[in-house]
């Protein structure tokens, strides 16, 4: 997505390094998008990502935002609640974190409700070989969205490029 964004003139990107707190992650992103307009704005999410973006988005719901969600988590507190402890970030092996009940509680608030209010704006793209998290439970929450369920791939989804195409298409309206 950093790449294509970077050849885009005017677009405005935005990928923080979001802290092991939800709560705190969250307030990151808010001031993020704070001045965002309406209407030609998107959020993309991958993994836990998505889950934070489909909070963002149904949180501003009023905004006509277009959303991706890239194998997104679907309970995060639910899954995460077994990894209680110290982690190390996926993107950085040597960064080290902990990760709290506090945390886990914090995502279980920020849960969005069951429906989406307008799965029109979303795209969901699924992987069937996702090693981490079930793609029947992605397809169910996001049923009724468009999106591309992949036949394999993994939950890094490594053949992203292939799929940018669709992505974008669906972000662009």
């Not at 990107?13 to 998008?33: E, H, K, R, T, Y």
């Not at 959020?43 to 998505?50: A, E, H, N």
């Not at 795209?123 to 793609?135: H, N, P, Q």
């Not at 929450?141 to 669709?166: I, K, M, N």
């Amino acid at each position: 997505m950093a790449a294509w964004a970077a050849t885009q003139p005017g677009l405005t990107f935005a990928c923080p390094q979001l802290p092991p707190s939800p709560l705190d992650a969250m307030a990151l992103v808010a001031g993020i998008v704070a001045d965002w307009p309406a209407e030609g704005a998107a959020v993309v999410g991958s993994s836990l990502g998505g889950f934070y973006a489909t909070s963002l988005a149904e949180q501003r719901a009023h905004r006509g935002w277009r959303v991706a969600v890239l194998n997104p988590a679907v309970d995060p507190a639910r899954d995460l609640s077994r990894h209680i402890g110290t982690l190390t970030a996926w993107h950085d092996p040597q960064l080290k974190f902990e990760f709290t009940a506090q945390h886990v509680a914090e995502l279980a608030a920020l849960t969005p409700p069951a429906r989406l209010t307008n799965p029109l704006r979303y795209y969901a793209l699924i992987a069937k070989g996702d090693e981490l998290l079930d793609w029947r439970e992605m397809l169910a929450r996001y049923a009724g969205c468009a999106g591309e369920v992949l036949e394999g791939s993994d939950h890094g989804l490594t053949d992203f490029e292939d799929h940018l195409p669709g992505v974008l298409k669906h972000l662009q309206g």
